[in-house]
C-alpha cells in the first residue's frame, strides 16, 4: 500500500501541471495518501502518474480516489468495466481543437482522465491550459462583463461518444463564461472551441468576444505539454483547465481508455456560489 511517505510530488510547469511519484496505482492507497493526492489536485490541476499499466477495474479506483466515477449514456463501453470508455483515434478520430469534456452536462464533468495504452513512436503529446491563469489576466472592466454572459453549446450526449456522426444540435446548454470553482472558490474562464454563440450580447458582439476568448485562452503563455509511453495515467481537472491534442503523428496508433470523474469530489465540501 502507497503511504505519504513514499509520495513525491514534481512540479511540471511554473503555473500549473505535476508529475507524482512513489504511488503505485495498482494497488489500495491509504487514506492520508488519498488527501495529499487530493490537496495535489486542487493546487495542480494536471496530474500524471507514469508506468502505472491499469487495468479497467483499476482504472476506475483511480478515479474513485478523487471523485465519483461517472455512468456515461452515449458513450461505447469497455467490457470489463462500464465506467470505462475506450477510444482508438484510427475509428473514433482525434480531439484535435481546444475543448472541455461533457458540455452537454450542467454541470460538466469534474475530473476527466485517461490511461495510455498505445501511442506513437513520436509526437501525440497533449496540451492543457490554465483557465484560472488565463482570466486572471483580464483587466477588472472585462471580467465585470464577463460575468453577464454565458456560451451556448449543443445539449446532445449522443454528439459527445466516441466517433459520433454529429447529428443536428437540437436542444442547447448554456454555460457562463466565468466559472467559481465549486471546489476552491477560485474564478476561471470556461469556454470551449465548440460554443456556437455567446448571450447577453449582440451577434457581432458575440463573434468578436468569442475569437478574443478562444485566443487569449488558448495562448502558450498559459499551457504546459506533456508526451505518454504506454501505461501513462493522467487526469486532470476540467472545470479548470482545457486540453487540446496535438495531431503531429499522421495516421499513426494512439489508443487509449477513459474514465470520468463528477462531483461531489472527494474530499471536500461542494460551494455554490
Avoid: C
Avoid at 493526492?37 to 496530474?47: G, P
Avoid at 495515467?233 to 503531429?248: G, P
Avoid at 499513426?252 to 481508455?257: H, I, K, L, P, S
Amino acid at each position: 500500500m502507497t503511504t505519504v511517505a513514499s509520495l513525491d510530488i514534481r512540479r511540471a510547469g511554473p503555473r500549473f501541471g505535476a508529475e507524482i511519484t512513489g504511488v503505485d496505482l495498482t494497488a489500495p492507497v491509504d487514506e492520508a495518501t488519498a488527501r495529499e493526492l487530493r490537496r495535489a489536485f486542487r493546487e495542480h490541476k494536471v496530474l500524471v502518474f507514469r508506468d502505472q499499466h491499469l487495468t479497467p477495474d483499476q482504472h476506475v479506483a483511480a478515479v474513485d480516489v478523487f471523485a465519483r466515477p461517472f455512468d456515461h449514456p452515449t458513450a461505447k463501453k469497455d467490457p470489463a468495466n462500464p465506467l470505462v470508455y475506450p477510444y482508438n483515434v484510427r475509428q473514433t478520430g482525434k480531439a484535435s481543437t481546444w475543448h472541455i469534456g461533457g458540455l452537454w452536462r450542467d454541470p460538466v464533468f469534474a475530473i476527466e482522465s485517461l490511461t495510455y495504452e498505445v501511442v506513437p513512436e513520436l509526437g501525440g503529446h497533449t496540451l492543457w491550459a490554465d483557465l484560472q491563469v488565463a482570466y486572471d489576466d483580464l483587466s477588472e472592466p472585462f471580467k465585470a462583463l464577463l460575468e453577464t454572459v454565458s456560451a451556448v453549446y449543443d445539449g446532445n450526449a449522443e454528439n459527445y461518444a466516441q466517433g459520433s456522426e454529429k447529428t443536428a444540435t437540437g436542444d442547447t446548454v448554456e454555460h457562463p463564461v466565468v466559472l467559481t470553482h465549486p471546489a476552491t472558490g477560485r474564478k476561471g474562464l470556461f469556454i470551449s472551441s465548440s460554443a456556437t454563440r455567446l448571450t447577453g450580447v449582440t451577434p457581432a458582439e458575440s463573434r468578436v468576444l468569442l475569437d478574443h476568448l478562444l485566443r487569449h485562452a488558448s495562448s502558450p503563455d498559459y499551457t504546459i505539454r506533456f508526451g505518454w509511453k504506454p501505461g501513462d495515467f493522467v487526469l486532470w481537472d476540467n472545470r479548470a483547465t482545457w486540453h487540446y491534442a496535438v495531431d503531429d503523428y499522421g495516421d499513426g496508433a494512439r489508443v487509449y481508455r477513459k474514465v470520468i470523474g463528477v462531483e461531489p469530489e472527494k474530499g471536500g465540501t461542494e460551494r455554490h456560489v
